[in-house]
Protein backbone atom coordinates (compact mmCIF):
# COMPACT_ATOMS: atom_id res chain seq x y z
CA UNK A 1 0.00 0.00 0.00
CA UNK A 2 2.92 2.06 -0.34
CA UNK A 3 3.31 5.00 -3.21
CA UNK A 4 5.89 3.19 -5.95
CA UNK A 5 8.06 6.30 -6.34
CA UNK A 6 11.18 6.11 -9.07
CA UNK A 7 13.30 8.29 -10.71
CA UNK A 8 12.33 10.35 -13.69
CA UNK A 9 15.12 8.66 -15.58
CA UNK A 10 14.11 4.87 -14.59
CA UNK A 11 10.25 5.90 -15.60
CA UNK A 12 11.49 7.14 -19.25
CA UNK A 13 13.32 4.54 -19.54
CA UNK A 14 10.20 1.86 -18.50
CA UNK A 15 8.57 3.92 -21.19
CA UNK A 16 11.03 3.56 -24.11
CA UNK A 17 11.45 -0.33 -23.48
CA UNK A 18 8.04 -1.02 -24.08
CA UNK A 19 8.80 -0.31 -28.01
CA UNK A 20 11.16 -3.58 -28.40
CA UNK A 21 9.87 -6.70 -30.38
CA UNK A 22 7.38 -4.46 -32.57
CA UNK A 23 7.15 -4.38 -36.27
CA UNK A 24 8.65 -2.14 -38.16
CA UNK A 25 5.85 0.39 -38.28
CA UNK A 26 4.49 -0.52 -35.03
CA UNK A 27 8.17 0.16 -33.73
CA UNK A 28 8.15 3.75 -35.36
CA UNK A 29 4.65 4.48 -33.68
CA UNK A 30 5.63 3.15 -30.61
CA UNK A 31 8.65 5.05 -30.81
CA UNK A 32 6.96 8.43 -31.44
CA UNK A 33 4.74 8.00 -28.29
CA UNK A 34 7.82 6.71 -26.24
CA UNK A 35 9.63 9.88 -26.74
CA UNK A 36 5.96 11.61 -26.20
CA UNK A 37 5.63 9.92 -22.99
CA UNK A 38 8.91 11.04 -21.79
CA UNK A 39 8.66 14.58 -22.63
CA UNK A 40 4.84 13.88 -20.83
CA UNK A 41 7.09 12.13 -17.87
CA UNK A 42 9.78 15.03 -17.82
CA UNK A 43 8.02 17.68 -17.56
CA UNK A 44 5.68 15.92 -15.05
CA UNK A 45 8.47 15.55 -12.71
CA UNK A 46 9.60 19.19 -13.42
CA UNK A 47 5.62 19.62 -12.39
CA UNK A 48 6.15 18.02 -9.42
CA UNK A 49 8.97 19.83 -7.95
CA UNK A 50 7.13 23.16 -8.87
CA UNK A 51 3.92 21.93 -6.73
CA UNK A 52 1.91 21.87 -9.85
CA UNK A 53 0.21 18.73 -8.74
CA UNK A 54 -2.77 18.95 -11.65
CA UNK A 55 -0.26 19.40 -14.57
CA UNK A 56 1.70 16.40 -12.86
CA UNK A 57 -0.89 14.06 -12.71
CA UNK A 58 -2.49 15.23 -16.07
CA UNK A 59 0.57 14.81 -17.67
CA UNK A 60 1.90 11.62 -16.02
CA UNK A 61 -2.06 9.91 -17.10
CA UNK A 62 -2.02 10.73 -20.51
CA UNK A 63 1.50 9.28 -20.65
CA UNK A 64 0.30 6.07 -19.21
CA UNK A 65 -2.40 5.72 -22.20
CA UNK A 66 0.18 6.15 -24.74
CA UNK A 67 2.56 3.24 -23.64
CA UNK A 68 1.47 -0.30 -22.80
CA UNK A 69 3.87 -0.06 -20.06
CA UNK A 70 1.89 -1.14 -16.33
CA UNK A 71 4.90 0.16 -14.48
CA UNK A 72 4.27 3.55 -15.66
CA UNK A 73 0.24 3.42 -15.36
CA UNK A 74 1.20 2.66 -11.67
CA UNK A 75 3.32 5.90 -11.31
CA UNK A 76 0.44 7.62 -12.78
CA UNK A 77 -2.14 6.36 -10.34
CA UNK A 78 0.45 7.27 -7.55
CA UNK A 79 1.22 10.60 -8.35
CA UNK A 80 -2.63 11.25 -9.18
CA UNK A 81 -3.71 9.44 -5.54
CA UNK A 82 -1.23 11.68 -3.81
CA UNK A 83 -1.68 15.00 -5.55
CA UNK A 84 -5.83 14.47 -4.34
CA UNK A 85 -6.46 14.23 -8.22
CA UNK A 86 -9.10 11.63 -8.01
CA UNK A 87 -9.93 11.71 -11.81
CA UNK A 88 -6.57 11.44 -13.51
CA UNK A 89 -5.89 8.61 -10.50
CA UNK A 90 -9.21 7.03 -11.96
CA UNK A 91 -8.27 7.10 -15.43
CA UNK A 92 -4.58 5.56 -14.74
CA UNK A 93 -6.23 3.08 -12.42
CA UNK A 94 -8.28 1.77 -15.04
CA UNK A 95 -5.52 1.50 -17.44
CA UNK A 96 -3.27 -0.50 -15.35
CA UNK A 97 -6.30 -2.67 -15.03
CA UNK A 98 -6.53 -3.06 -18.63
CA UNK A 99 -2.57 -4.03 -18.62
CA UNK A 100 -2.51 -6.51 -15.73
CA UNK A 101 -6.35 -7.22 -14.65
CA UNK A 102 -5.31 -9.38 -12.42
CA UNK A 103 -3.03 -7.03 -10.20
CA UNK A 104 -4.44 -6.23 -6.57
CA UNK A 105 -2.27 -3.10 -6.62
CA UNK A 106 -4.24 -1.91 -9.40
CA UNK A 107 -7.50 -2.55 -7.87
CA UNK A 108 -6.55 -0.51 -4.77
CA UNK A 109 -5.19 2.75 -6.50
CA UNK A 110 -9.08 2.25 -8.25
CA UNK A 111 -10.87 1.78 -4.74
CA UNK A 112 -8.92 4.78 -3.44
CA UNK A 113 -10.06 6.92 -6.61
CA UNK A 114 -13.32 6.07 -6.21
CA UNK A 115 -13.11 6.97 -2.36
CA UNK A 116 -11.79 10.18 -3.40
CA UNK A 117 -14.42 10.93 -5.19
CA UNK A 118 -16.68 9.66 -3.10
CA UNK A 119 -18.37 6.78 -5.52
CA UNK A 120 -19.13 4.33 -2.59
CA UNK A 121 -20.48 1.66 -4.34
CA UNK A 122 -17.71 1.73 -7.03
CA UNK A 123 -15.30 1.60 -4.02
CA UNK A 124 -16.71 -1.16 -2.77
CA UNK A 125 -16.96 -3.16 -5.80
CA UNK A 126 -13.22 -2.77 -6.34
CA UNK A 127 -12.38 -3.27 -2.88
CA UNK A 128 -14.08 -6.58 -2.81
CA UNK A 129 -12.49 -7.49 -6.23
CA UNK A 130 -9.15 -6.54 -4.04
CA UNK A 131 -10.06 -9.35 -1.69
CA UNK A 132 -10.79 -11.96 -4.37
CA UNK A 133 -7.65 -10.95 -6.17
CA UNK A 134 -5.63 -12.09 -3.24
CA UNK A 135 -5.06 -8.10 -2.14
CA UNK A 136 -4.61 -8.77 1.57
CA UNK A 137 -2.22 -11.49 1.41
CA UNK A 138 0.25 -9.06 -1.06
CA UNK A 139 -0.29 -6.20 1.37
CA UNK A 140 2.40 -4.42 2.65
CA UNK A 141 2.86 -1.68 5.30
CA UNK A 142 5.58 1.00 4.50
CA UNK A 143 8.19 -1.03 6.03
CA UNK A 144 7.27 -3.67 3.68
CA UNK A 145 6.04 -6.10 6.23
CA UNK A 146 2.88 -8.14 6.29
CA UNK A 147 -0.49 -6.73 6.97
CA UNK A 148 -3.37 -7.96 8.35
CA UNK A 149 -7.68 -6.87 7.75
CA UNK A 150 -7.41 -4.71 11.18
CA UNK A 151 -4.41 -2.78 10.23
CA UNK A 152 -5.50 -2.58 6.05
CA UNK A 153 -8.92 -0.69 7.47
CA UNK A 154 -7.20 1.46 9.62
CA UNK A 155 -4.94 2.41 6.28
CA UNK A 156 -7.80 3.09 4.09
CA UNK A 157 -9.07 5.35 7.37
CA UNK A 158 -6.19 7.07 6.82
CA UNK A 159 -5.62 7.38 3.08
CA UNK A 160 -8.97 8.30 2.13
CA UNK A 161 -11.01 9.85 5.45
CA UNK A 162 -13.38 7.45 7.88
CA UNK A 163 -16.39 8.38 6.93
CA UNK A 164 -16.30 7.04 3.69
CA UNK A 165 -14.41 4.04 3.93
CA UNK A 166 -16.87 2.99 6.52
CA UNK A 167 -19.41 3.91 4.43
CA UNK A 168 -17.70 1.42 1.30
CA UNK A 169 -17.24 -1.38 4.31
CA UNK A 170 -20.63 -1.01 5.66
CA UNK A 171 -22.38 -4.65 4.30
CA UNK A 172 -19.25 -6.03 2.81
CA UNK A 173 -19.91 -9.72 3.64
CA UNK A 174 -16.15 -11.07 2.84
CA UNK A 175 -14.47 -13.65 5.15
CA UNK A 176 -11.39 -11.50 6.02
CA UNK A 177 -14.15 -9.24 7.64
CA UNK A 178 -15.77 -11.49 9.82
CA UNK A 179 -13.06 -12.55 11.78
CA UNK A 180 -13.27 -11.26 15.45
CA UNK A 181 -9.93 -8.90 15.03
CA UNK A 182 -11.35 -7.62 11.65
CA UNK A 183 -15.19 -6.88 13.29
CA UNK A 184 -13.01 -4.92 16.33
CA UNK A 185 -11.55 -2.75 13.93
CA UNK A 186 -14.58 -1.90 12.49
CA UNK A 187 -16.26 -1.10 15.49
CA UNK A 188 -13.41 1.01 16.47
CA UNK A 189 -13.92 2.38 12.91
CA UNK A 190 -17.46 3.30 13.84
CA UNK A 191 -16.75 5.01 16.64
CA UNK A 192 -14.23 7.26 14.68
CA UNK A 193 -17.02 7.83 12.19
CA UNK A 194 -19.73 9.28 15.03
CA UNK A 195 -21.81 5.89 14.61
CA UNK A 196 -22.29 4.75 17.62
CA UNK A 197 -24.94 2.16 17.09
CA UNK A 198 -23.03 0.89 14.83
CA UNK A 199 -20.07 0.58 16.67
CA UNK A 200 -21.80 -1.60 19.17
CA UNK A 201 -23.06 -4.04 16.87
CA UNK A 202 -19.71 -4.63 15.34
CA UNK A 203 -18.49 -4.56 18.92
CA UNK A 204 -20.89 -7.61 19.53
CA UNK A 205 -20.18 -9.03 16.27
CA UNK A 206 -16.25 -8.97 17.37
CA UNK A 207 -17.26 -10.58 20.34
CA UNK A 208 -19.36 -13.41 19.34
CA UNK A 209 -16.16 -14.21 16.98
CA UNK A 210 -13.85 -14.39 19.50
CA UNK A 211 -12.20 -11.01 19.64
CA UNK A 212 -10.66 -9.99 22.65
CA UNK A 213 -13.06 -9.50 25.55
CA UNK A 214 -11.04 -6.36 26.97
CA UNK A 215 -11.10 -4.80 23.66
CA UNK A 216 -14.65 -5.31 22.57
CA UNK A 217 -15.75 -4.45 25.94
CA UNK A 218 -14.03 -1.40 25.97
CA UNK A 219 -15.27 -0.13 22.51
CA UNK A 220 -19.06 -0.88 24.19
CA UNK A 221 -18.47 1.12 26.78
CA UNK A 222 -17.34 4.39 24.76
CA UNK A 223 -20.45 3.50 22.80
CA UNK A 224 -22.75 3.34 25.68
CA UNK A 225 -21.16 6.56 27.16
CA UNK A 226 -21.67 8.58 23.83
CA UNK A 227 -25.23 7.55 23.53
CA UNK A 228 -25.54 8.97 26.80
CA UNK A 229 -26.37 5.27 27.87
CA UNK A 230 -24.53 5.80 31.75
CA UNK A 231 -25.67 1.98 33.71
CA UNK A 232 -24.75 -0.04 30.64
CA UNK A 233 -21.28 2.05 29.74
CA UNK A 234 -20.43 1.55 33.16
CA UNK A 235 -21.16 -2.16 33.14
CA UNK A 236 -18.87 -2.57 29.98
CA UNK A 237 -16.05 -0.76 31.82
CA UNK A 238 -15.85 -2.97 34.35
CA UNK A 239 -16.17 -6.15 32.41
CA UNK A 240 -13.43 -4.20 30.41
CA UNK A 241 -11.40 -4.30 33.56
CA UNK A 242 -12.15 -7.43 34.55
CA UNK A 243 -11.04 -9.03 31.31
CA UNK A 244 -7.40 -6.92 31.43
CA UNK A 245 -7.21 -5.62 34.44
CA UNK A 246 -3.72 -3.85 34.22
CA UNK A 247 -4.67 -2.76 30.96
CA UNK A 248 -8.12 -1.30 31.45
CA UNK A 249 -7.31 0.42 34.57
CA UNK A 250 -8.69 3.53 33.23
CA UNK A 251 -11.81 2.15 31.59
CA UNK A 252 -14.26 3.51 34.27
CA UNK A 253 -12.92 7.08 34.57
CA UNK A 254 -13.09 7.26 31.33
CA UNK A 255 -16.19 6.48 30.83
CA UNK A 256 -17.37 8.92 33.54
CA UNK A 257 -15.34 11.98 31.49
CA UNK A 258 -17.29 10.99 28.30
CA UNK A 259 -20.36 11.03 30.48
CA UNK A 260 -19.87 14.27 32.00
CA UNK A 261 -20.03 12.90 35.45
CA UNK A 262 -16.39 15.21 36.16
CA UNK A 263 -16.63 15.01 40.05
CA UNK A 264 -16.93 10.94 40.28
CA UNK A 265 -13.90 10.81 37.02
CA UNK A 266 -11.66 13.18 39.23
CA UNK A 267 -12.14 10.83 42.92
CA UNK A 268 -11.59 7.51 40.58
CA UNK A 269 -8.68 9.27 39.05
CA UNK A 270 -7.10 10.33 42.47
CA UNK A 271 -7.79 6.64 43.43
CA UNK A 272 -5.81 5.65 40.44
CA UNK A 273 -3.23 8.19 41.77
CA UNK A 274 -2.25 6.01 44.77
CA UNK A 275 -1.32 3.21 42.40
CA UNK A 276 2.32 3.73 41.06
CA UNK A 277 1.82 1.94 37.68
CA UNK A 278 -0.77 3.82 36.94
CA UNK A 279 -0.15 7.35 38.85
CA UNK A 280 1.76 9.75 35.58
CA UNK A 281 -1.66 8.11 33.55
CA UNK A 282 -3.91 9.38 35.89
CA UNK A 283 -2.12 12.72 36.64
CA UNK A 284 -1.98 13.63 33.14
CA UNK A 285 -6.00 12.81 32.98
CA UNK A 286 -6.38 14.97 35.66
CA UNK A 287 -4.24 17.92 34.31
CA UNK A 288 -6.31 17.57 31.31
CA UNK A 289 -9.88 17.76 33.43
CA UNK A 290 -8.88 20.84 35.47
CA UNK A 291 -7.22 22.39 31.94
CA UNK A 292 -10.94 21.51 30.53
CA UNK A 293 -12.65 23.31 33.16
CA UNK A 294 -10.73 26.77 33.31
CA UNK A 295 -8.25 25.70 36.46
CA UNK A 296 -5.49 26.43 35.13
CA UNK A 297 -3.58 26.43 38.54
CA UNK A 298 -4.34 23.03 39.29
CA UNK A 299 -3.67 22.11 35.66
CA UNK A 300 -0.20 23.97 36.01
CA UNK A 301 0.47 22.01 38.78
CA UNK A 302 -0.34 18.55 37.35
CA UNK A 303 1.66 19.18 34.17
CA UNK A 304 4.71 20.38 36.13
CA UNK A 305 5.17 17.58 37.79
CA UNK A 306 4.50 15.47 34.51
CA UNK A 307 7.46 17.21 32.93
CA UNK A 308 10.05 14.52 34.77
CA UNK A 309 8.15 11.67 32.86
CA UNK A 310 9.80 10.84 29.60
CA UNK A 311 6.17 9.68 28.49
CA UNK A 312 4.28 12.93 29.22
CA UNK A 313 7.01 15.62 28.69
CA UNK A 314 5.55 16.48 25.44
CA UNK A 315 2.02 16.56 26.29
CA UNK A 316 3.17 18.42 29.66
CA UNK A 317 5.54 20.95 28.03
CA UNK A 318 2.04 21.86 25.23
CA UNK A 319 -0.29 22.20 27.92
CA UNK A 320 1.87 24.59 29.85
CA UNK A 321 2.47 26.44 26.95
CA UNK A 322 -1.37 26.36 26.33
CA UNK A 323 -1.84 27.63 30.00
CA UNK A 324 0.82 30.53 29.61
CA UNK A 325 -1.39 31.20 25.97
CA UNK A 326 -4.53 31.57 27.86
CA UNK A 327 -3.22 33.85 30.56
CA UNK A 328 -1.52 35.96 27.44
CA UNK A 329 2.09 35.22 29.05
CA UNK A 330 2.62 35.25 24.76
CA UNK A 331 6.82 34.69 25.56
CA UNK A 332 6.05 32.06 27.78
CA UNK A 333 3.78 30.49 25.26
CA UNK A 334 5.97 30.70 22.32
CA UNK A 335 9.17 29.51 24.22
CA UNK A 336 7.19 26.29 25.03
CA UNK A 337 5.37 25.59 21.83
CA UNK A 338 8.57 26.01 19.97
CA UNK A 339 10.44 23.57 22.14
CA UNK A 340 7.73 20.80 20.69
CA UNK A 341 9.55 21.08 16.88
CA UNK A 342 9.38 18.00 15.24
CA UNK A 343 7.82 16.15 17.95
CA UNK A 344 3.68 14.12 17.99
CA UNK A 345 2.72 18.01 18.97
CA UNK A 346 4.80 19.40 16.37
CA UNK A 347 1.76 20.54 14.19
CA UNK A 348 -0.71 21.67 16.65
CA UNK A 349 1.91 23.57 18.08
CA UNK A 350 3.17 25.61 15.18
CA UNK A 351 -0.37 26.46 14.72
CA UNK A 352 -0.60 27.97 18.03
CA UNK A 353 2.84 30.26 17.27
CA UNK A 354 1.83 31.65 14.09
CA UNK A 355 -1.80 32.28 15.43
CA UNK A 356 0.72 34.34 18.67
CA UNK A 357 3.15 36.09 16.09
CA UNK A 358 0.20 36.75 13.77
CA UNK A 359 -1.61 39.11 16.41
CA UNK A 360 1.62 40.57 17.03
CA UNK A 361 2.31 42.09 13.83
CA UNK A 362 5.03 39.32 13.03
CA UNK A 363 3.00 38.07 10.00
CA UNK A 364 5.70 37.23 7.68
CA UNK A 365 6.95 35.04 10.29
CA UNK A 366 4.04 34.02 11.32
CA UNK A 367 2.78 33.02 7.71
CA UNK A 368 6.21 31.18 6.93
CA UNK A 369 6.02 29.04 10.47
CA UNK A 370 2.91 27.17 8.45
CA UNK A 371 4.71 27.05 5.36
CA UNK A 372 5.77 23.33 4.07
CA UNK A 373 9.31 22.45 3.89
CA UNK A 374 11.00 21.80 0.42
CA UNK A 375 11.08 18.03 1.42
CA UNK A 376 6.95 17.86 2.12
CA UNK A 377 4.75 15.12 0.27
CA UNK A 378 1.83 17.03 -1.47
CA UNK A 379 -0.77 15.95 0.71
CA UNK A 380 1.81 18.12 3.43
CA UNK A 381 1.99 20.63 1.04
CA UNK A 382 -1.85 21.18 0.46
CA UNK A 383 -2.67 21.08 4.39
CA UNK A 384 0.33 24.04 4.65
CA UNK A 385 -1.65 26.21 2.20
CA UNK A 386 -5.09 26.09 4.07
CA UNK A 387 -3.89 26.27 7.29
CA UNK A 388 -2.02 29.99 6.21
CA UNK A 389 -4.90 30.72 4.43
CA UNK A 390 -7.20 30.11 7.87
CA UNK A 391 -4.67 32.16 9.41
CA UNK A 392 -5.32 34.88 6.96
CA UNK A 393 -9.36 34.50 7.18
CA UNK A 394 -8.94 34.40 11.69
CA UNK A 395 -7.09 37.65 11.75
CA UNK A 396 -9.69 39.78 9.16
CA UNK A 397 -7.51 39.09 5.42
CA UNK A 398 -10.53 37.56 4.07
CA UNK A 399 -9.01 38.88 0.12
CA UNK A 400 -5.77 37.16 0.98
CA UNK A 401 -7.06 34.22 2.53
CA UNK A 402 -9.14 33.34 -0.73
CA UNK A 403 -6.42 33.86 -2.96
CA UNK A 404 -4.06 32.05 -1.37
CA UNK A 405 -6.62 29.21 -1.96
CA UNK A 406 -7.07 30.28 -5.36
CA UNK A 407 -3.22 29.99 -5.60
CA UNK A 408 -3.40 26.32 -4.23
CA UNK A 409 -6.80 25.60 -6.53
CA UNK A 410 -4.45 26.38 -10.13
CA UNK A 411 -1.61 23.88 -8.33
CA UNK A 412 -4.40 21.09 -7.28
CA UNK A 413 -7.09 22.02 -9.27
CA UNK A 414 -10.63 20.40 -8.03
CA UNK A 415 -9.16 18.87 -4.75
CA UNK A 416 -12.59 18.73 -2.66
CA UNK A 417 -10.51 19.76 0.30
CA UNK A 418 -9.11 22.99 -1.05
CA UNK A 419 -13.07 23.72 -2.36
CA UNK A 420 -14.71 22.93 0.63
CA UNK A 421 -12.39 25.45 2.84
CA UNK A 422 -13.13 27.89 -0.28
CA UNK A 423 -16.94 27.73 1.05
CA UNK A 424 -16.11 28.39 4.43
CA UNK A 425 -13.75 31.09 3.57
CA UNK A 426 -16.06 33.03 1.76
CA UNK A 427 -18.83 32.50 4.10
CA UNK A 428 -16.28 34.05 6.75
CA UNK A 429 -15.98 37.16 4.31
CA UNK A 430 -19.80 37.79 4.58
CA UNK A 431 -19.54 36.43 0.57
CA UNK A 432 -23.11 34.39 1.29
CA UNK A 433 -24.27 33.69 -1.69
CA UNK A 434 -20.73 32.99 -3.21
CA UNK A 435 -20.47 30.23 -0.60
CA UNK A 436 -23.69 28.86 -0.96
CA UNK A 437 -22.90 28.23 -4.99
CA UNK A 438 -19.88 26.76 -3.82
CA UNK A 439 -21.39 23.94 -2.10
CA UNK A 440 -24.10 23.43 -4.19
CA UNK A 441 -21.03 22.34 -7.06
CA UNK A 442 -19.21 20.41 -4.69
CA UNK A 443 -22.88 18.80 -3.54
CA UNK A 444 -23.54 17.75 -7.30
CA UNK A 445 -20.75 16.45 -7.68
CA UNK A 446 -20.45 14.50 -4.40
CA UNK A 447 -23.94 13.92 -2.86
CA UNK A 448 -22.99 10.95 -0.61
CA UNK A 449 -20.65 13.04 1.14
CA UNK A 450 -21.93 13.83 4.68
CA UNK A 451 -19.90 16.85 5.27
CA UNK A 452 -20.45 18.24 1.92
CA UNK A 453 -23.96 17.91 2.80
CA UNK A 454 -24.32 19.20 6.30
CA UNK A 455 -21.88 22.17 5.49
CA UNK A 456 -24.76 23.03 2.71
CA UNK A 457 -27.50 22.52 4.90
CA UNK A 458 -26.20 24.61 7.80
CA UNK A 459 -25.73 27.79 5.84
CA UNK A 460 -29.23 27.73 4.16
CA UNK A 461 -30.12 26.89 7.78
CA UNK A 462 -28.21 29.83 9.08
CA UNK A 463 -29.75 32.43 7.09
CA UNK A 464 -33.45 31.12 7.28
CA UNK A 465 -33.31 29.66 3.35
CA UNK A 466 -35.05 26.34 2.47
CA UNK A 467 -35.51 25.15 5.93
CA UNK A 468 -36.83 22.37 4.28
CA UNK A 469 -34.05 21.43 2.25
CA UNK A 470 -31.75 22.43 5.04
CA UNK A 471 -33.38 19.75 7.05
CA UNK A 472 -33.10 17.12 4.33
CA UNK A 473 -29.40 17.64 4.01
CA UNK A 474 -28.53 17.76 7.39
CA UNK A 475 -31.36 14.22 8.29
CA UNK A 476 -29.48 12.65 5.23
CA UNK A 477 -25.80 13.51 6.50
CA UNK A 478 -26.73 11.84 9.95
CA UNK A 479 -28.19 8.85 8.86
CA UNK A 480 -24.20 8.00 8.37
CA UNK A 481 -22.54 9.99 11.22
CA UNK A 482 -25.73 10.20 13.60
CA UNK A 483 -24.04 11.06 16.12
CA UNK A 484 -21.52 13.69 14.86
CA UNK A 485 -21.80 16.78 16.93
CA UNK A 486 -21.29 19.08 14.50
CA UNK A 487 -23.84 17.76 12.66
CA UNK A 488 -26.36 17.36 15.52
CA UNK A 489 -25.48 21.10 16.12
CA UNK A 490 -26.75 21.56 12.71
CA UNK A 491 -30.03 19.39 13.18
CA UNK A 492 -30.53 21.99 16.76
CA UNK A 493 -29.69 24.89 14.82
CA UNK A 494 -32.01 24.45 12.54
CA UNK A 495 -34.83 23.51 15.10
CA UNK A 496 -33.58 26.78 16.52
CA UNK A 497 -34.56 28.70 13.27
CA UNK A 498 -38.06 27.26 13.19
CA UNK A 499 -38.93 28.42 16.46
CA UNK A 500 -38.38 25.07 17.99
CA UNK A 501 -36.37 25.82 20.79
CA UNK A 502 -37.13 22.97 23.03
CA UNK A 503 -36.42 20.24 20.51
CA UNK A 504 -33.34 22.13 19.84
CA UNK A 505 -31.94 22.15 23.49
CA UNK A 506 -31.34 18.50 23.86
CA UNK A 507 -29.53 18.12 20.52
CA UNK A 508 -27.60 21.19 21.31
CA UNK A 509 -26.61 20.08 24.83
CA UNK A 510 -25.82 16.54 23.78
CA UNK A 511 -23.60 18.23 20.70
CA UNK A 512 -21.36 20.30 23.19
CA UNK A 513 -21.29 17.16 25.54
CA UNK A 514 -19.46 15.21 22.82
CA UNK A 515 -17.00 18.38 21.27
CA UNK A 516 -16.16 20.68 23.78
CA UNK A 517 -16.59 23.61 20.82
CA UNK A 518 -17.03 27.27 21.02
CA UNK A 519 -19.38 27.58 18.28
CA UNK A 520 -21.53 24.78 19.48
CA UNK A 521 -21.70 26.51 22.80
CA UNK A 522 -22.59 29.83 21.34
CA UNK A 523 -25.76 28.21 19.92
CA UNK A 524 -26.46 25.86 23.01
CA UNK A 525 -26.42 29.24 24.73
CA UNK A 526 -29.04 31.17 22.37
CA UNK A 527 -31.37 28.56 22.93
CA UNK A 528 -31.11 28.28 26.56
CA UNK A 529 -31.48 32.23 26.36
CA UNK A 530 -34.37 31.86 24.32
CA UNK A 531 -36.07 29.00 26.59
CA UNK A 532 -36.00 31.45 29.99
CA UNK A 533 -33.22 29.35 31.61
CA UNK A 534 -30.99 32.33 31.63
CA UNK A 535 -28.55 31.14 34.03
CA UNK A 536 -28.13 28.04 32.43
CA UNK A 537 -27.82 30.44 29.37
CA UNK A 538 -24.71 32.22 30.79
CA UNK A 539 -22.97 28.82 32.21
CA UNK A 540 -23.05 27.64 28.21
CA UNK A 541 -21.75 30.86 26.82
CA UNK A 542 -19.04 30.59 29.83
CA UNK A 543 -18.08 26.52 29.49
CA UNK A 544 -18.14 27.70 25.40
CA UNK A 545 -15.28 30.47 26.61
CA UNK A 546 -13.40 28.44 28.24
CA UNK A 547 -13.33 25.86 25.19
CA UNK A 548 -12.51 28.28 22.78
CA UNK A 549 -11.69 32.09 24.50
CA UNK A 550 -11.93 34.02 21.69
CA UNK A 551 -15.04 32.70 19.69
CA UNK A 552 -16.81 35.11 17.77
CA UNK A 553 -20.46 33.50 18.02
CA UNK A 554 -20.18 33.49 21.84
CA UNK A 555 -19.58 37.19 22.34
CA UNK A 556 -21.99 38.00 19.35
CA UNK A 557 -24.55 35.94 21.59
CA UNK A 558 -23.81 37.49 24.81
CA UNK A 559 -23.70 40.32 23.46
CA UNK A 560 -27.22 40.48 21.88
CA UNK A 561 -28.50 38.91 25.75
CA UNK A 562 -26.89 41.87 27.03
CA UNK A 563 -24.69 39.71 29.21
CA UNK A 564 -21.30 41.43 30.42
CA UNK A 565 -18.60 39.88 29.03
CA UNK A 566 -14.90 39.21 30.32
CA UNK A 567 -11.61 39.96 28.31
CA UNK A 568 -10.80 37.24 26.08
CA UNK A 569 -7.17 35.45 27.26
CA UNK A 570 -5.90 34.04 24.29
CA UNK A 571 -7.08 31.05 22.65
CA UNK A 572 -6.06 27.70 23.80
CA UNK A 573 -5.78 24.11 21.99
CA UNK A 574 -7.02 21.31 23.53
CA UNK A 575 -5.66 17.72 22.04
Known amino acids: MTPRYRSVATVALLASAATACLPLAAQARGARDAEDSNALIMTAEIALQRDDCGRASSNYAIAAQRTADAKLAARAADVALDCGQYQAAERAAARWRSLVPTEPAALQAAMRADLGLYRIDDARGAFESWLKSGGLSEARSPDQGPVDMPATVKLMAQESGVPATLAMLRGVQAGPLQTGAAQLALADLALDGWNYREALQYAQNALHAGAPVAGAQLVLARAHAGLGEADQAMAAAAAAHDAAPKEQGFAAADVLMMLGRDREARTA ?307
Request: charged share 25%.
Open 269 to 575: LETLQDNPALHTQAQRRLGLMAFNRGDYDEAQRDFSELLSDHDSAAIAVYYLAAIADRRNDVATALRGYQLLAGSALDAAARDRVATLLYKQGQHKQALEVLKATDQSSPPARLNAEIAQAQLLSNNGEADQSLARIDDALARFPGHPDLLYQKSILLEKAGRTEAAIAQLESLYHDRPQDGTIANALGYLLADHNRDLGRAERLIGAALKSEPDNPAILDSMGWLDYRRGMLREAQPLLERAFRLAQDGDIGAHWGEVLWGLGDKAKAREAWSRALIADPDNALVRAAQKRAGVPQMPSSGTGTSI
